[in-house]
């Protein structure tokens, strides 16, 4: 059987992409699924952009603006559009090298080289997403011409490649450089960023642990107005609630913290340096945390965020005492809380610590986590406020750790108030 030409197929590809320019999504089927899909969608085979199926069979199919392509052509239709790409490369930097070179390019107009180039580069990154030279030469299109119509239709694009490439590095950079060259003369930037930020949700319910999709998140919270970052600090919580175990949340939740606080301390108000809601906030992040460490045993991430809300509150919340500009209540309030806070953790340590006589391995994680951030606590109280725990029993501590997670009891060495206490 003759196998079908790649220039064809590439030829079709691209006519197939611009004759719906709203599909969204892209996959790659083998080809004896084909069959399969139009029975499951409940509707006759209605093969897109086929070559002489009578021979080959079906090689693109399409529906509802979403486009599938066998796996049998990916490899020749691959070579084609890199041999294609590379070719209208060269063309463009020779045309633009400088004027004297134009004219060994006299036959194509600027306005065709850049339109071969975006069109075969296009099709080269949706097989290929992580091409890093195919992106920077849709950068320099995309510079010159400064449409932000274009820049607009560069998101659309990533977008199509990240629901087959939702960890694409590439793709993402592109999407935050596209962002960095709209965000002066944007008027709806705020708009953007919520569609960014709801894009990274979707693609993190299918595409679990996609760091690199929750730090492009974390990078959109610069961009986003006080009021946006708070609406997306209280959204994040059911999903962070249900996804115990992704890290990538939770450093979210706090980079959206961070700025929040940042905000304050940049107020021109007096009385900044406390801000009672941020205070209320961190307060009710922190019984958040502590219920999800006791429903959610033996999940890392979540003692993390603990950490994480800990150092916040010593740093912003913690120093009253020294400060002569604040009011006596507002002391008052960061004594009683220092109080609170060291009973709460002390339970919270106790009742985590306990082993029961069980298989589950998750309640000795959960002890080995307790530990560790007792072990950590007490250095970052000692260390900030001169505070000293003494109702922790340092010999039960170390005990804990020396029989939970041997390989923790070298944190003692690293704490010499510890040591010299046992």
Same mark, same amino acid.
């Given at each position: 059987?003759?196998?079908? $030409?790649?220039?064809?197929?590439?030829?079709?590809?691209?006519?197939?992409?611009?004759?719906?320019?709203?599909?969204?999504?892209? /996959?790659?089927?083998?080809?004896?699924?084909?069959?399969?899909? =139009?029975?499951?969608?409940?509707?006759?085979?209605?093969?897109?952009? *086929?070559?002489?199926?009578?021979?080959? /069979?079906?090689?693109?199919?399409?529906?509802?603006?979403?486009? /599938?392509?066998?796996?049998?052509?990916?490899?020749?239709?691959?070579?084609?559009?890199? =041999?294609?790409?590379?070719?209208?490369?060269?063309?463009?930097?020779?045309?633009?090298?400088?004027?004297?070179?134009?004219?060994?390019?006299?036959?194509? *107009?600027? @306005?065709?080289? $850049?339109?071969?180039?975006?069109?075969?580069?296009?099709?080269? @990154?949706?097989?290929?997403?992580?091409?890093?030279?195919?992106?920077?030469? &849709?950068?320099?299109?995309?510079?010159?011409?400064?449409?932000?119509?274009?820049?607009?239709?560069?998101?659309?694009?990533?977008?199509?490649?990240?629901?087959?490439?939702?960890?694409?590095?590439?793709?993402?950079?592109?999407?935050?450089?596209?962002?960095?060259?709209?965000?002066?003369?944007?008027?709806?930037?705020?708009?953007?960023?919520?569609?960014?930020?709801?894009?990274?949700?979707?693609?993190?319910?299918?595409?679990?642990?996609?760091?690199?999709?929750?730090?492009?998140?974390?990078?959109?919270?610069?961009?986003?107005?006080?009021?946006?970052?708070?609406?997306?600090?209280?959204?994040? &919580?059911?999903?962070?609630?249900?996804?115990?175990?992704? =890290?990538?949340?939770?450093?979210? &939740?706090? &980079?959206?913290? @961070?700025?929040?606080?940042?905000?304050?301390?940049?107020?021109?108000?007096?009385?900044?340096?406390?801000?009672?809601?941020?205070?209320?906030?961190?307060?009710?992040?922190?019984?958040?945390?502590?219920?999800?460490?006791?429903?959610?045993?033996?999940?890392?991430?979540?003692?993390?965020?603990?950490?994480?809300?800990?150092?916040?509150?010593?740093?912003?919340?913690?120093?009253?005492?020294?400060?002569?500009?604040?009011?006596?209540?507002?002391?008052?309030?960061?004594?009683?809380?220092? $109080?609170?806070?060291?009973?709460?953790?002390?339970?919270?340590?106790? *009742?985590?610590?306990?082993?029961?006589?069980?298989?589950?391995?998750?309640?000795?994680?959960?002890?080995?986590?307790?530990?560790?951030?007792?072990?950590?606590?007490?250095?970052?109280?000692?260390?900030?406020?001169?505070?000293?725990?003494?109702?922790?029993?340092?010999?039960?501590?170390?005990?804990?750790?020396?029989?939970?997670?041997?390989?923790?009891?070298?944190?003692?060495?690293?704490?010499?108030? @510890?040591?010299?206490?046992?």
């Amino acid at each position: 059987m003759d196998e079908p $030409d790649p220039l064809e197929l590439l030829n079709q590809f691209e006519d197939i992409l611009e004759s719906d320019p709203l599909i969204d999504e892209i /996959g790659f089927i083998h080809p004896a699924q084909f069959a399969a899909l =139009n029975e499951d969608i409940g509707t006759p085979s209605t093969p897109v952009g *086929s070559v002489q199926k009578s021979t080959f /069979g079906t090689l693109f199919w399409g529906k509802d603006h979403k486009l /599938g392509i066998s796996t049998k052509v990916l490899f020749p239709l691959y070579v084609a559009a890199k =041999n294609a790409f590379v070719e209208a490369y060269k063309n463009y930097k020779v045309h633009h090298r400088d004027d004297k070179n134009a004219s060994t390019c006299s036959s194509s *107009s600027p @306005l065709s080289l $850049d339109s071969e180039l975006m069109k075969h580069s296009r099709a080269l @990154l949706l097989l290929s997403s992580d091409f890093g030279t195919v992106w920077n030469s &849709r950068k320099l299109v995309l510079s010159k011409k400064q449409s932000f119509s274009m820049f607009m239709n560069e998101l659309i694009f990533s977008s199509l490649i990240l629901s087959h490439s939702p960890k694409s590095e590439q793709t993402w950079s592109q999407r935050r450089w596209v962002i960095k060259m709209i965000a002066g003369n944007c008027s709806n930037l705020q708009e953007i960023m919520e569609r960014e930020s709801e894009l990274v949700k979707k693609l993190a319910e299918r595409s679990k642990m996609n760091y690199r999709a929750w730090n492009h998140r974390c990078w959109l919270v610069s961009y986003m107005s006080a009021e946006q970052v708070l609406q997306e600090f209280n959204k994040s &919580r059911e999903w962070a609630g249900l996804h115990v175990a992704d =890290n990538s949340c939770f450093h979210y &939740r706090a &980079r959206l913290m @961070l700025r929040l606080f940042e905000e304050s301390q940049h107020s021109k108000d007096q009385e900044a340096s406390f801000n009672p809601e941020l205070h209320e906030l961190l307060k009710d992040e922190f019984n958040w945390a502590e219920q999800l460490i006791k429903r959610y045993v033996g999940r890392e991430a979540l003692w993390l965020h603990r950490r994480f809300l800990l150092t916040c509150w010593i740093r912003y919340f913690a120093r009253g005492d020294h400060d002569r500009s604040l009011r006596s209540n507002q002391i008052n309030i960061r004594t009683v809380d220092i $109080d609170m806070l060291i009973d709460n953790e002390l339970e919270l340590f106790h *009742s985590c610590s306990i082993v029961p006589d069980s298989d589950f391995e998750d309640y000795q994680a959960q002890a080995t986590f307790a530990a560790t951030y007792m072990v950590w606590l007490k250095k970052q109280l000692s260390g900030a406020l001169a505070i000293d725990i003494q109702q922790v029993e340092t010999s039960r501590l170390k005990s804990l750790l020396n029989n939970v997670c041997p390989e923790k009891i070298l944190l003692w060495n690293s704490l010499p108030e @510890l040591c010299e206490s046992t």
